[in-house]
Each structure stands twice: as structure tokens, then as C-alpha cells.
């Protein structure tokens, strides 16, 4: 979809957020894991009483309730990005700050459930001294921002747990801005994948003006035909996490299963995650996919690896990653409906930076997630279908019941005619109207001979959901907390059943009715 407006962002009637109604009583100040810094001050300090503990154990520590930004402030009081996507643990990486204040400090939360706080204070840096980093840079050719700063320190991950993180910048002026990374698995063999959309983070970053939707101007004319990592996110810093990831990560966590961590950027690089793996989960919002990390994760799918989109709107752009001043795959390239002027396409013609359902090189997303996107903006009830189907086991839901709100910004469904695995049930059919047209919003679960099931929730509300009636609700679009309540059950029995290993040998088969749902038209 071309659109310039983000669908996360300002819209009327949403709930401004609010804090997690904490589930468990504050624990003291966690403990950290050690850390040492590089190519600059030694700035580590690790929270009283710090031990180490990986694996399961991780899950019982005590959370840290003040990891939440209290003022972000303007965009110049603190801000940073980081030279790595994501780093295997004890591998380091580069914080690149700028700030109007005299000084700041780094702290490393990591993203769990920790009895409801949610996250764990791991390393905090000392008092690091401030400046005002250089204006950005703007490539003209391709409209792309980079920040190309001085390296502020080097953070080595010694100690530091698999997982997602978000770097808290703490400016002396009393601002703050979240970093992400994500320090990732070297294997996800016997355990569940999540895999974070740092790709489709970039794509909508506006920092110094620009993103893949819009330039300076608002317009979509002047938008960006690359993007890149090399600079920081804008709004909070971790906007596209926080709304579409963190809550499936907390609830993940919560249930205790094997994780496993990584991002499409390094499923695209090293697919040897997915080996072994039981499941992989996409997240709510995993729109921007490079033909490499669609090839891996559809090969893992074919061996025998569950997979899970939790959103909607999935590998719908066909990207390529490219290099730049910190590395490789530091560039998001997708010139959309200027595929044509990408000087790439005249020696790759089948490899068009567009969507993939688009010639030359058509490839559409259905024949992976089971789906096809269809739209935006659209708000609407999500209505059960099959209710005795496994996913709905103790929710309580009828055929006919209905989730007001749960249906939207975006959404997919089953369309016929589109290459779509078999069988395939739809357990969700959701009417709707499009600007006007009617249609529906699908949730469809499919298995392949290699025992895998393949879930596809339909909405980008989904994991926004999970967080639907409690005190951190965010932007959840009026969802009320029986909506929470469904959702969380629901996501719950798939993560469960999805652990297990092959879901098509463990759980009951699709019974397809998708011809039931869109009879074909009469001769």
C-alpha cells in the first residue's frame, strides 16, 4: 500500500497511553550482568547484588518498573543509534549519541514478562560526557538520511542475556530516548523464534525528514527510495517495537517455552536460526522482507518449523539490503512504484524493490503466510468462525461472537484465486467495509506435508491486543479487556501448540472451507 500517513500514529478516538497495571508486587532493583565498554571511558557499572543467569532462569529474576521513558523531550535533547542491528552475546557494539545536555548515562533493559514488570535493568553505564553531534546527511540520488556521527563508546554484551533490549538514553537535562537491539540467538534448534521487524522499523522512520512513505515536504513524490540504519529512530526511539512487538515478547516469555531471538535482517543473512527451530513468530507489523529471508523462513516452514504471523500486512514489500559506513545490510533499499528506476533491476529484472505480489518477478505473500493483504484504513468487529477450532480452546466463543475494534488499521484475508496453501481453514471471517466496499478480514491456519501448521491472525491489531484493557493499553483503538482476555488466550494456545514441534502432526488438520466462505461466481 502507498500511504504517508503512519497507520501507529495520531488517529482520532485512540487511547493515549498509560502505564502496565502491574500483576505482581515491585521487586527490588534487579540484577545485571556485567558489561565492559570499549574505544572510550570505561563506563560500565553493574545494579547491586548482580549475578549471572541465562536460560530459564532469566524468566525469574525480578523486573526494574521504572524503564519507561518519563519525557522524551525534543528530538535534539538525546538521541542515538547503535552500528549493529543486533550482536550475539559478548559481541560489541557501537552507541552513537548526540545531546544538548553536559552528559548521559546508558542503561540496557531487557523485554520479559519478570512478573509483570516487563523488563530487567542488565547494564548501566556511567556518567558519559555530552555534545551535539553533526547535522545529517542527505544522499540525493536515493533521498537517504544518514546521521554518519562520531562514535559516542563501545558496549561490549558480556553476560548479557539472548533477547530484545531497549538502550535507554538518560540525558543530565532529564530527557530520554530508547535505542532497540536485539541480541540475538546463533540457533533456535528445539525452540520458538522470534523474529524482530527491524526492516519495517526503518521503512517508516521519519528521522532528519525522511522515510520510504514521505520526505521533508509530507510528500510521497519526495519520499526516500532507501533508508538507513545509520541514524536514530524519531518519536520515542522504539516506537514500532513497543506498539507491535514488546507485548507478544512479554506474553512469550510469560509462558515459558525455549526462545530463541534474531531479526528478518539476520534471517536474511544467517538462516541457520531457523534450523532445528519449532516454531517462528512474525510479529504485528512485518511488512518489509528481502527475498532471502523469505526463501529461508518459507525452507524452514518445508522442514518442519511452524510459523506464526501475528499481524497483518507481512512480507508484502520486496526489499534489498545493502551496505553502509558501519557495515553491511545497513541500508533498507525499496524503490515501490519507482521500481523502475533502480539501476539494480537492469541486471536482476526478477528482483524488483516493489511488492511482491507485483510483475516483474510476481511472488505473492499468500503463498507463504496463507493470506493476501487487502487494505486501509478500516476498523471493524473480529468475528469468530470455526469456535471449535484447537486455537479457541477455553476462550468461551461461539460462531457469530464478535471483538469490536480488533479488525484494523490494516488487514488480510483469504482471497480466491491467489496461490494459497491447502488446507486451509479460516477460524476468523471478519466483515468489513473499505472505503466503502464491503470485504472481509480472514485469521486462516493451513498445514504442509512436512507437519508444520502456519497461523495468520489477519490484523495488525493483534498483539496491540494483548495489552487491551489494562493500564498500558497504548494506542489500542478502543479494545476493551474481553478482547485482551481472547486475544491473550488465543495467542497462548498457538504459542503452546506450536512449541510442541510439527502442529499439522499434533493437532487436529484444517478442514478447508474458504470455497464455502467465496463461492465462485455462477457461469
Known amino acids: 500500500m502507498e500511504r504517508a500517513e503512519r497507520q ?10 498509560r502505564h502496565f497495571l502491574a500483576v505482581a508486587a515491585a521487586g527490588a532493583m534487579a540484577a545485571g550482568c556485567r558489561s565492559s565498554v570499549a574505544k572510550g571511558p570505561r563506563t560500565e557499572t553493574t545494579p547491586p547484588g548482580a549475578t549471572r543467569t541465562t536460560g530459564d532462569g532469566e524468566r525469574t529474576r525480578p523486573g526494574n518498573p521504572d524503564w519507561r521513558i518519563r519525557s522524551e523531550g525534543t528530538p535534539e535533547a538525546v538521541q542515538g543509534y547503535t ?13 552513537y549519541v548526540s545531546t544538548t545536555a553536559s552528559g548521559f548515562r546508558v542503561s540496557a533493559y531487557r523485554v520479559g514478562w519478570y512478573g509483570g514488570h ?8 556511567r556518567r558519559i560526557a555530552g555534545s551535539v553531534q553533526a547535522r545529517p546527511r542527505l544522499l540525493e540520488v536515493t533521498r537517504t538520511v544518514r546521521a554518519d556521527w562520531k562514535r559516542t563508546l563501545g558496549v561490549r554484551t558480556d553476560g548479557w542475556p539472548e533477547g530484545a533490549y531497549l538502550l535507554r538514553l538518560e540525558a ?47 510528500a510521497y513524490a519526495t519520499r526516500s527510495l532507501a533508508v538507513s540504519f545509520d541514524r536514530p529512530y524519531d518519536r520515542s526511539g522504539a516506537e514500532k517495537f513497543m506498539v507491535y512487538e514488546r507485548a507478544a515478547v512479554v506474553l512469550a516469555e510469560r509462558l515459558g517455552i525455549p526462545l530463541a531471538y534474531t531479526t528478518g535482517v539476520d534471517v536474511h543473512r544467517e538462516p541457520g536460526v531457523l534450523q532445528g527451530a519449532r516454531a517462528a513468530l512474525s510479529l504485528g507489523h512485518d511488512e518489509y522482507w528481502s527475498p532471502q529471508q523469505r526463501d529461508h523462513v518459507t525452507r524452514a516452514r518445508d522442514s ?11 512480507c508484502f514489500r520486496r526489499i534489498r539490503l545493502e551496505g553502509g559506513p ?10 515501490k512504484t519507482d521500481y523502475r528506476a533502480d539501476p539494480y533491476l537492469a541486471d536482476h529484472p526478477a528482483l524488483p524493490t516493489h511488492d511482491f505480489r507485483q510483475p516483474p518477478g510476481a511472488d505473492p505473500e499468500s503463498s507463504l503466510t496463507g493470506v493476501l493483504y487487502e487494505g486501509y484504513p478500516v476498523d471493524a468487529p473480529y468475528v469468530v468462525h470455526a469456535d471449535d477450532h484447537w486455537l479457541f480452546e477455553g476462550t468461551g466463543v461461539r460462531r457469530g461472537d464478535s471483538f469490536d475494534h480488533l479488525v484494523g488499521v490494516e488487514y488480510d484475508r483469504v482471497t480466491p484465486g491467489m496461490p494459497t496453501p491447502a488446507p486451509l481453514e ?25 507437519g508444520s501448521g502456519v497461523f495468520a491472525s489477519g490484523t495488525m491489531r493483534w ?61
Open 8 to 17: 501507529d500514529d495520531g488517529a482520532p478516538g485512540r487511547l493515549e497511553r
Open 83 to 95: 552500528d549493529r542491528v543486533s550482536v550475539l552475546p559478548g559481541e560489541e557494539f557501537g552507541l
Open 118 to 125: 516487563q523488563a530487567r535493568l542488565v547494564w548501566r553505564s
Open 172 to 218: 543530565d537535562n532529564g530527557h530520554q530516548r530508547y535505542v532497540p537491539l536485539i541480541v540475538r540467538s546463533s540457533s533456535g534448534a528445539g525452540r520458538t523464534v522470534v523474529m524482530h521487524a527491524a526492516s519495517t522499523w526503518q521503512a517508516y522512520n521519519a528521522w532528519g525528514g525522511y522515510s520510504l512513505y514521505q520526505g521533508e515536504d509530507g
Open 304 to 314: 518442519g518449523t511452524n510459523v506464526a504471523f501475528l499481524g497483518a500486512n507481512a
Open 326 to 335: 558501519t557495515g553491511d545490510a545497513r541500508t533498507v533499499v525499496c524503490y
Open 426 to 450: 479460516v477460524v476468523a471471517h471478519s466483515p468489513l467495509f473499505l472505503k466503502g466496499t464491503p470485504s472481509h478480514s480472514d485469521s486462516a491456519y493451513y498445514t504442509v506435508p512436512s
Open 463 to 523: 498483539v496491540e491486543a494483548l495489552m487491551a484493557g489494562t493500564r498500558d493499553n497504548g494506542r489500542n483503538h478502543g479494545m476493551d479487556a474481553r478482547t485482551g482476555r481472547f486475544v491473550t488466550r488465543t495467542t497462548e494456545n498457538l504459542i503452546r501448540a506450536f512449541a510442541e514441534g510439527p502442529c499439522g502432526r499434533n493437532r487436529p488438520k484444517p478442514r478447508t472451507n474458504a470455497n464455502t466462505l467465496y463461492p465462485p461466481p455462477p457461469p
